[in-house]
T-cell receptor
Framework: AQTVTQSQPEMSVQEAETVTLSCTYD???????LFWYKQPPSRQMILVIR??????QNATENRFSVNFQKAAKSFSLKISDSQLGDTAMYFC???????????????FGQGTTLQVKP | KAGVTQTPRYLIKTRGQQVTLSCSPI?????VSWYQQTPGQGLQFLFE???????NKGNFPGRFSGRQFSNSRSEMNVSTLELGDSALYLC?????????????FGPGTRLTVT
């Protein structure tokens, strides 16, 4: 069974600084996707960034980038130039590629609450 | 394009009752997944529907069921409610439900069982 672990329940960062959120996962699969989702307080969960396991290049989306280490099964999220609007709970998630037998199923970590301080 | 909507947003029920939650996906999306979010267990996958068929199911008791209609709207039902069913129930829609598809989440339904 696949598992996703986020070892940092809470983190804080000063506005404009950089912060890295950690995520490790366990799987025997070779083809899968990894995701970071953001859930702001009382707001909808949105996708921040995603990584295809067969791509060696780390994904980037503006101020958000990942460090994907496939052999180590590590998928950390780096937020540069942190903004107050980045305050949210961040979830790391995994979905394996398994044809039609594993549709729609994201496996989530426990989440990291990030507080950006002014 | 309108986002994923869920109704009702808040619900209070008594143990033993049943409840039905509704999810309207983004127009054109045919896959709807349901998740339960609790402080203790985190986000857990309930089931996924595509073209009115349940394609995937998580490890929840049979009290949790769902269905999808021809317009892709989905409902989930929980019968014989227990205190432990108190949670935020999220639905997410995508075109096909595959790993390369982005899942778009609704605001959730907050269910409180007393």
């Amino acid at each position: 069974a696949q598992t996703v672990t986020q070892s940092q329940p809470e983190m804080s960062v000063q506005e404009a600084e950089t912060v890295t959120l950690s995520c490790t996962y366990d799987t025997s699969e070779n083809n899968y996707y990894l995701f970071w989702y953001k859930q702001p307080p009382s707001r909808q969960m949105i996708l921040v960034i995603r990584q295809e396991a067969y791509k060696q290049q780390n994904a980037t989306e503006n101020r958000f980038s990942v460090n994907f280490q496939k052999a180590a099964k590590s998928f950390s999220l780096k937020i540069s130039d942190s903004q107050l609007g980045d305050t949210a709970m961040y979830f790391c998630a995994f979905m394996k590629h398994d044809g039609s037998s594993n549709t729609g199923k994201l496996i989530f970590g426990q989440g990291t609450t990030l507080q950006v301080k002014p | 394009k309108a986002g994923v909507t869920q109704t009702p947003r808040y619900l209070i029920k008594t143990r033993g009752q049943q409840v039905t939650l509704s999810c309207s996906p983004i127009s054109g999306h045919r896959s709807v997944s349901w998740y339960q979010q609790t402080p203790g267990q985190g986000l857990q996958f309930l089931f996924e529907y595509f073209s009115e068929t349940q394609r995937n199911k998580g490890n929840f008791p049979g009290r949790f069921s769902g269905r999808q209609f021809s317009n892709s709207r989905s409902e989930m039902n929980v019968s014989t409610l227990e205190l432990g069913d108190s949670a935020l129930y999220l639905c997410a829609s995508s075109f096909l439900g595959t790993e390369s598809d982005e899942q778009y989440f609704g605001p959730g339904t907050r269910l409180t069982v007393t």
